[in-house]
């Protein structure tokens, strides 16, 4: 019997594995380089460089800037030879046994699955005394698919490109310098495109470190073509998605003064969670915050840029030794802008990886997000008058290994409806809400066209609540609108009106965010059409006709009518140009349909009275 194994006995015959290892689930570049931030961190490191290296390529009919190369350098402690020789080898890390989790590393495939998942060749070079001294290893796909490689390469003394010592790029007595070459799994071709569309992923995975000022994380951009105009450099400011923080990216005037407040008016409102695991005792911290009062002032603040910018901070973000992992979104209702508006921070310890279900690449909490998932069934159970501790106890008899989370999640979820009434709360002095009263002849006549249709035999979801008593009636109705942002009196007086007048439909003006020209919510057996009145067809198509017109001034009469009618045009435009870009197939059929079965019922409902 021999101890030799060739390439065809091996479990992982490597010149096939390393292509299919590639496919290894980054979400994106700046998700990978990530991960050589994270071995920068982990070195001690108070500087990190992320180069991005361009050079002037022959396009159609100019000369492009295209990305040729990138490298992340540090001011680390910089890694001796042995740890050199192992740091591009797969799953062999310094911190795999559970006493050595202490810092933001662990599953030892950071370096090398970063990098084959966005070129062909990365270079490292390390060194603790002197640049002079750097010792090099490299990884190249193709030698190994090619089988010119078997094993790790022994470091070697190698000089550190010019390119990279020359061009204003800090060299201290420690380090350490990664190259990625042969860049062929890039999102971004331009060294400016990388730098937007990671600074604001970056900044919010290291804004802890970041805002303690602990690390400065440097973009340089350097023109191998015009090395004599020199690097340009940015630096990484952090993305609270809380908006606690003060000096922060997000835009003004809350780039320099938090945006949000800690939850309920409490100040560095956090829970603690003292989770037994493993027969250890570790915390888990819960953080809540919402926006100011300042920040939701005036008419629609969320199409604002630091509305936009809360917009881009979706989620509960799980945060794991100081570093966020993901951003969770399943408690997010997708469809309501105000969600922008609130922000829940979970952190945790790296001994709790397995327990929150931490990916190797260090992307989710996939353990943490299935309890997420399951809240909603958890609610069913305890309306039933299933107590939680009686479903904790369930699971722990099961042998779930998520059960200690089952706690916290419930407490985010609860935590979490009463946020959201605040933020419903806020800024409603300045909406302006306008009952439906005086719509009464449209609602009478869209009534009486729907009671004929039920009675040909067409029910909708909403006929069944009609026949409930008056007053929960008027409760449903005046909970859905307040709901949906409508003031508790003017919600009142439309569910007064709505039952005591049979009145089938409610049309409501009240101003709401997003890009909705209405929106329609059914409850006491009444359809409530809310119409935004920040929406600019509101502008050009309601309001216009609304206006008093007491001077009998035919010359601004005809001009308000030419008005509505240039608006119904340009409605009918946006809805043409929606269905031009729809793609052939089955969803441009089903716009189609849509179209012709919406213009069935605006046949039925528009055949007014003689």
Request: aromatic residues 8%; glycine residues 6%; negative net charge.
């Amino acid at each position: 019997m021999t101890n030799s194994i060739t390439d065809n006995q091996s479990y992982v015959p490597a010149h096939l594995a390393i292509e299919a290892m590639r496919d290894n689930g980054y979400k994106n570049t700046a998700y990978a380089v990530a991960e050589l931030i994270d071995n920068s961190i982990q070195a001690n490191a108070n500087y990190v460089q992320i180069i991005c290296k361009e050079k002037e390529v022959a396009g159609t009919n100019r000369t492009l800037l295209k990305l040729h190369q990138l490298a992340v350098l540090d001011n680390g402690e910089g890694m001796p030879s042995d740890v050199l020789q192992l740091c591009l080898q797969f799953g062999n890390g310094t911190r795999l046994e559970r006493n050595k989790r202490t810092g933001i590393g662990r599953f030892g495939m950071g370096l090398p699955a970063s990098s084959i998942s966005q070129c062909k060749r990365v270079d490292v070079w390390s060194w603790q005394d002197g640049v002079e001294n750097a010792l090099h290893t490299y990884l190249d796909i193709d030698e190994v698919k090619n089988r010119h490689i078997h094993e790790m390469p022994a470091p070697t003394k190698k000089e550190i490109p010019a390119i990279w010592l020359e061009q204003g790029v800090t060299f201290e007595k420690t380090g350490t310098l990664v190259v990625w070459s042969e860049l062929d799994r890039f999102m971004w071709s331009k060294g400016q495109t990388l730098i937007t569309h990671s600074e604001l992923i970056i900044g919010r995975m290291y804004r802890k470190f970041l805002n303690d000022n602990s690390l400065k994380i440097d973009f340089t951009t350097i023109n191998e073509t015009r090395l004599s105009d020199g690097p340009n450099h940015h630096f990484a400011l952090p993305n609270d998605p809380l908006y606690l923080m003060a000096k922060t990216s997000c835009p003004e005037p809350y780039n320099n003064k938090p945006m949000f407040e800690p939850a309920f008016g409490i100040e560095n409102y956090e829970k603690e969670f003292n989770v037994s695991y493993n027969g250890e005792n570790h915390p888990i911290y819960v953080r809540f915050s919402h926006a100011t009062d300042e920040a939701r002032n005036g008419i629609n603040t969320g199409a604002k840029p630091y509305g936009k910018h809360a917009n881009s901070n979706l989620g509960i973000s799980i945060i794991r030794a100081g570093r966020e992992l993901d951003m969770d979104i399943t408690l997010v209702n997708s469809y309501d802008p105000v969600e922008r508006w609130w922000g829940i921070e979970v952190e945790f310890p790296p001994a709790l990886d397995e327990l929150m279900g931490v990916s190797n690449n260090k992307q989710s909490a996939r353990n943490f997000s299935d309890v997420l998932a399951m809240m909603d069934n958890l609610k069913k159970e305890q309306e039933k008058g299933v107590t939680l501790l009686d479903i904790i106890e369930q699971y722990k008899e099961e042998g779930d290994p998520r059960t200690p989370l089952i706690e916290i999640c419930d407490f985010i979820n609860r935590q979490l409806v009463l946020i959201r009434k605040i933020i419903k709360n806020q800024n409603q002095g300045s909406r302006s809400t306008v009952t439906s009263i005086k719509n009464e002849k449209v609602e009478k006549q869209a009534t009486e066209i729907t009671n004929q249709r039920k009675e040909l035999g067409f029910i909708g979801s909403s006929d069944a609540d009609e026949i409930k008593p008056p007053e929960q009636r008027k409760e449903e109705i005046t909970e859905t609108l307040i709901a949906s942002g409508v003031d508790n009196e003017n919600a009142q007086i439309v569910a007064e009106h709505s039952v005591t007048h049979n009145s089938k439909f409610n049309f409501i003006e009240n101003a709401f965010e997003g890009n909705a020209f209405f929106t329609v919510r059914t409850k006491g057996g009444a359809i409530n059409v809310i119409l935004n009145k920040d929406h600019p067809a509101f502008e050009n198509l309601l309001e216009v006709l609304d206006e008093d017109c007491t001077d009998n001034n035919a010359s601004k009469l005809k001009e308000r009518l030419e008005k509505a009618s240039l608006g119904i045009k340009l409605l009918l435009a946006a809805w043409a140009r929606y269905e031009d870009e729809t793609p052939d197939g089955i969803r441009r059929d089903q716009v189609q349909v849509v179209r012709e079965d919406w213009g069935k019922y605006a046949k039925q409902f528009l055949r007014f009275e003689k």
